[in-house]
């Protein structure tokens, strides 16, 4: 019973809520058009003041008179700097891209001289256990036919 008391309670207070903003809306909205309209009626009018100080200005107002073939000589000026520099830049890239591409030749050599190496070391290192093998089974091999022999000597007598 609580949850639906507290439920209605909080309807009718947004309800509540909700007319009240209504009500104010409505009655604020017909004061400030009336407002509104008064504050138009007011204004000022400033080009007559802008009028004034243009004419003062222009008589004590310099112009600079623009020397296009300097602007011209001080763009090709700037222009060629930068063509050399770029020029630079290029070669240092050059310089290091085949610095690095010796270095990375010359650290492949070195890696496969170290396999083969390793693999020569290897495979010895193979043919040595290999001939182990063959001789520990060939020794093994012969006792085994060894025994055999001498069990067969053994029945027969």
Known sequence: MAKKFSKLLMFTAFAGAAVAGAYYY???KNSSLSDGMEGDDDY???SDDLDDDTESKDATRNYVALNLEK???AAAETMKEA??????VTDNVKEGVTQAA?????AAKDMAHA???V???TAAAVKEAAKDIAGTTESKIEEFFDDDE??????SI
Do not use: I
Not at 83 to 88: F, N
Not at 102 to 106: A, F, G, Q, R, S
């Open 83 to 88: 063509a050399e520099k770029a020029a630079d």
């Open 150 to 155: 001498e069990d067969n000597s053994a029945d």
């Open 115 to 117: 396999a083969k190496e």
């Open 26 to 28: 409505l009655q604020n």
């Open 102 to 106: 010796k270095d990375m030749t010359n």
């Open 119 to 121: 693999t020569a070391e």
């Open 71 to 73: 602007a011209e000589d």
């Open 44 to 46: 000022d009018d400033f």
